[in-house]
Each structure stands twice: as C-alpha cells, then as structure tokens.
C-alpha cells in the first residue's frame, strides 16, 4: 500500500509541469517612461536615472500594487499574473493530472519579468515588454539583401531591398531580385526578374524586436532553357516519345500577406524574416513549340514539381512566401 501510495505521487509530481519547474518568486523588473520613484509593499525605491528597477515577488493569483509618482503626478499599478508557459504541458500528463495538481499548488502563477509604464496613459495600463528604444527609429531608411538567394534552386537571384519608415507604424518596402543562371530544368541560361512591393504596419516593438504584418505585390518575369518530355503521334495507336531542349518563358503576379518579424543587432545592423500564404496568377509559354509537339509528364507522382512548373498553361495558383535579410539601417 506503501509502495502505491508513493507511486502515485511520484506520477503526480513528475506530471505537474508548472509545479515542478515554475519557482515560487517571480523577479520583475519595472521601468516607466518618465524619471519616477516606486513603492512596493510600503518600501520607497527613489529611481533618478530612469533605469529599470527590480523586485521580487512570490507567485500567486493576486495582481501586485506597486505604486508610481515624481513632482507631477502619481499613479497606483495592479501587475496582473498569468499561466506559466510551462502549465500548458500538462496536456501531455496521464489523464492530464498534471493541470490538478499545478491548481493544488497554485503554482501556475507567474508575474510578467519586465514591466513598462506610461505615466500618461490613464488607469491600469502598462506592457508585460519593454518598448524599443524610440532612437531607433528614429532611423528611417533600411537596405537590405537575401544572402541565400544565390543558392535558390527554383529561382536564383541577387536580391536587394530598400525599406523607409513613414512613421512609427507604417513602413514601406521594395525589393528586386536579378536572376542568375543555374544547370537545373528552373534555371539554365536564365534571364529576368522580380520586382516586390511590400506595405507593412508594425503592430508591437519590443525592446530590439518589431513585429509587422504586411501586404505584398510581387511582379516576375523570366526566361530560361529546360529539357522538355514530347510526344508526336502519327496515328491513333502509334506515337513517338523523344525530349528536347525549349526556351520557357513566365510571367506571375502575386499577392501575399506576410507575418514578420525584424530583430535589432546593433544600432545599424537588422535581421528580418517573414513568412506568407497568398495568390498568384501565373502564365508560363513554349517558345517555338511545333503544334504537333504533345508536353507529357513522363512518370507519375503526386507533386512533380519540375513538370507542373514547366508546363505551357495560364492558371490561378497558392503562392508561399519565406525569406530572410541582413539589413542596414541609417
């Protein structure tokens, strides 16, 4: 009985995820946008430097008051607590005993690790984030380039971007990408290019990071070498098999949505990656095909990308955007 008893504990112990890794404090560190002094638990924290200021709390279900004031005006602050990260993996707990045991203990709670105030905004209002320094924005021009889109197998360029801030908000982006050639049935002898027009509003700013959602216009045009898989058929039961070497010429217009996100290395230096599902009307023509000349796909497979990317049509199709940046900005 012992031994079950035990047992039983042991289950329940290891498959309560916040009660095993969440501590029982929680370190916040607070910052505002004015010089202000701080008072917490009746303890006054006299803040000069407009510096973040840290306390520690121990988790629980209850908002912290901390209260906020210099000459001018004053403010009282509920910090709210929320779900540990970690909570949610008790999902993946025997019969999901994990979540009972996490609310036995209520260790559930967290306290957000960085709090920022706005002693303008009127009533319980801060962010669980520190915002980005209002200095780098103030730098409204951004080049950039793909450093991988030399190795593209489908459509291999030199791409290059050039992005202006309008405001805080609001930016817009135009990229353009030179095609290169490359030995493969997407690429040989290539020419062309794609010309991108991208608008972007930036919805949060975290302290190097900003996320953005956008809207991008995308124009290509490109011709290139492929070996093409014929058939001629002379009569109804006798026909001719045979490949030979066309030019392809395409033409796409694409709109997409993008999610992205552009993370602050340095004051200058800018990654970004985005990532997007849109539409895209694509035409793609043999040049000096004969009529007799019969484009066939020479083996079955669900997904023959070669074939279907080759093939003389006109036709509405998905699109998927994924890209990545080293950007500069001044």
């Known amino acids: 009985m012992r031994h079950t008893i035990l047992l039983i504990g042991l289950v329940w112990l290891v498959s309560s995820c916040a009660t095993v ?62 779900k540990a990260p970690v909570y949610w993996l008790n999902t993946f707990s025997p019969y999901l005993s994990g979540y009972v045991v996490d609310e036995i203990t209520g ?25 980005m320094d209002s200095t780098l924005l103030l730098r409204r021009n951004k ?50 290019f794609k010309l991108n027009i991208e608008e972007k509003y930036f919805f949060r700013s975290y302290e190097q990071t900003r996320w953005y959602v956008s809207l991008a216009g995308e124009y290509l045009h490109k011709t290139h070498d492929a070996v093409l898989d014929f058939y001629t058929q002379t009569t109804p039961d006798d026909r001719f098999y045979f490949s030979e070497r066309m030019r392809i010429e395409k033409t796409f217009y694409s709109i997409s949505p993008h999610i992205g996100i552009q993370h602050y290395l340095s004051k ?26 019969y484009y066939y796909e020479d083996h079955w497979d669900w997904l023959d990308i070669e074939y279907y990317s080759n093939k003389k049509e006109t036709r509405i199709s998905g699109n998927f955007d994924l890209s990545f940046k080293l950007g500069w900005a001044f």
């Open 21 to 82: 890794i969440n501590g029982n404090y929680s370190q916040i560190r607070i910052k505002s946008d004015k010089e202000v002094n701080y008072i917490y638990e009746g303890d006054t924290v006299i803040n000069k430097l407009n510096a973040p200021v840290t306390f520690v709390a121990k988790n629980s279900r209850e908002p912290i008051i901390v209260s906020i004031f210099n000459e001018e005006k004053s403010k009282r602050v509920y910090i709210l607590p929320k």
């Open 268 to 293: 200058n230096l800018v990654v970004e990656t985005f990532f997007g599902i849109g539409l895209r009307y694509r035409k793609t023509d043999h040049s000096w095909t004969p009529d007799n000349y």
């Open 107 to 131: 260790k559930k709670w967290k306290y957000p690790r960085k709090v920022h105030i706005n002693m303008d905004l009127p009533g319980n209002s801060y962010t669980p984030y520190f915002p």
């Open 143 to 192: 080049i950039g380039f793909n450093p991988f889109s030399v190795f593209l197998a489908y459509h291999p360029g030199v791409e290059v971007s050039y992005e202006r801030l309008h405001n805080d908000k609001f930016g817009t982006q135009i990229s353009y990408t030179h095609f290169l050639a490359r030995d493969n049935e997407y690429a040989r002898n290539a020419n062309g």
